[in-house]
């Protein structure tokens, strides 16, 4: 019969019962199960509890902005906004895009909820999907999953070196230590007036513009700085002879700069400074960095940040200094899984219950509450399978222990408890109430 959509009509699909569903996950990206979703827990609680422990407090923010927020914020002239981001038009006409990044909307949602006047500097760290039109490759996605950190509010070079050792400080804790920091400053206003000037003329040369690819040459005339992001080899080969920002830093850029190294020398974080890292982004001024690693192949940074002073002022709030980075969780863990770190494995199964009999399979369900109520992990058949069928299911699950209940159990009022690793078994009360968690915690934990 036909169904109403919206204003339309049109005759509900056929749907038969025994033909395969031709739909699939949309390229770029990734189903997680359960031993890889838990592999992601564990990473997310090491980053969260990372990021409490130097006073970051977490920020929530929408999936979708306007889209005018990345363009603004992000850059009209940046790769993600010309040719990545996943914009959509409402029904009352307005643009949206999926957030490809996530700075611009922790800058809206200090300027919305009028943080500045709350206090003076802002820590806040961000988890979750961000979204870009990529060609997908090994570590990176069409849906991805960034962290990120931003201070507001503070312009001191040691606010730089806080957030850079936040960084490294997560990367050791998730188990990447082949990394190494690439560290760069892109100066003020001033200074990149004074490079653009000189890089513009290195690159109209006619035997300059002429070998570049078409991506650096429309750069070229929306924002020069931005080919030192060009990965293309012949580009990267020609650009070796281009003038780098360094040189035309400003007294007051390179007493920041030093400031700066100074502080990651005193804390031990080693560095190699990189005068053609630019980063991706229109927004940054003054530091700029990198973690890399050599396990990724081509795609080899897994942190990136730095200092972006105008960002604030550029949505129309007051000059406001900020400083922060965003990291990749899939390009961290594949990294990690090509490392020497050991793999992550599901948490046993404390207690699997074994009901064996009608009578026995109507109390698993109160015996499972209480087990869960005293905060351990459960779980049952529900298969109506026998004795043997249910421990080869209790193994499975890396159960700690089985308890037997069935209905010789219940007539004596002892259930059996067997240690699923040694094969010892010991006998409890069939009342629950009875039950502690004394009788299940500490054997073969």
Request: with cysteine.
């Amino acid at each position: 019969m036909p169904v109403a959509v919206g204003r339309l009509w049109c005759m509900a699909p056929t749907i038969m019962m025994n033909s395969p569903l031709d739909i699939h996950r949309l390229q770029g990206t990734a189903d997680l199960l359960p031993a890889e979703s838990f592999r992601w827990t564990q990473a997310e609680q090491v980053i969260r509890g990372t990021m409490l422990r130097f006073g970051f407090g977490e920020i929530r923010f929408p999936v979708l902005e306007p889209t005018e927020l990345f363009a603004r914020g992000t850059g009209a002239s940046t790769d993600i906004v010309q040719k990545e981001m996943y914009t959509l038009t409402d029904r009352g006409g307005r643009s949206l895009t999926l957030r490809p990044e996530g700075t611009p909307s922790v800058v809206r949602a200090y300027l919305e909820e009028n943080l500045g006047s709350q206090r003076p500097v802002w820590k806040l760290f961000y988890l979750g999907p961000m979204f870009r039109a990529e060609r997908p490759q090994k570590g990176r996605y069409r849906q991805f999953h960034q962290f990120g950190a931003e201070m507001i509010g503070a312009a001191s070079p040691e606010s730089d070196v806080e957030l850079i050792a936040l960084g490294h400080t997560i990367l050791r804790d998730l188990g990447m230590n082949a990394v190494r920091l690439h560290l760069n400053s892109i100066g003020s206003p001033d200074a990149r007036r004074a490079h653009n000037e000189k890089l513009l003329a290195f690159l109209e040369q006619p035997d300059v513009f002429q070998k570049i690819d078409e991506d650096c040459r429309r750069r070229v005339q929306t924002n020069p700085l931005r080919v030192f992001d060009c990965k293309n080899e012949e580009c990267v080969r020609i650009l070796r002879h281009a003038p780098t920002i360094d040189q035309f830093l400003t007294a007051e850029d390179q007493e920041h700069f030093a400031r700066v190294r100074h502080g990651l020398e005193t804390l031990g974080i080693a560095y190699d400074l990189d005068p053609r890292m630019v980063r991706g982004l229109d927004y940054y001024t003054r530091t700029t960095f990198e973690f890399k690693t050599n396990l990724l192949g081509a795609q080899d940074t897994v942190c990136g940040g730095g200092r972006y002073d105008l960002l604030v002022e550029t949505f129309g709030g007051p000059a406001t200094p900020a400083v922060g980075f965003a990291s990749g969780i899939e390009r961290i863990l594949a990294a990690v899984g090509e490392s020497d770190v050991a793999p992550v494995a599901l948490p046993r199964l404390d207690v699997f219950v074994c009901g064996l009999g009608d009578n026995a399979r109507g109390l698993t369900a109160a015996i499972l509450s209480r087990l869960r109520g005293l905060g351990l992990s459960a779980d049952t058949d529900f298969l109506g399978r026998g004795l043997k069928a249910q421990m080869k299911e209790a193994n499975r699950l890396a159960a700690r222990l089985a308890l037997i209940v069935g209905d010789d159990e219940i007539a004596r009022g002892r259930f059996a408890l067997r240690q699923m690793d040694g094969g010892g078994q010991s006998e409890i009360p069939a009342d629950p109430s009875q039950w502690d968690k004394g009788l299940f915690v500490g054997v073969n934990a």
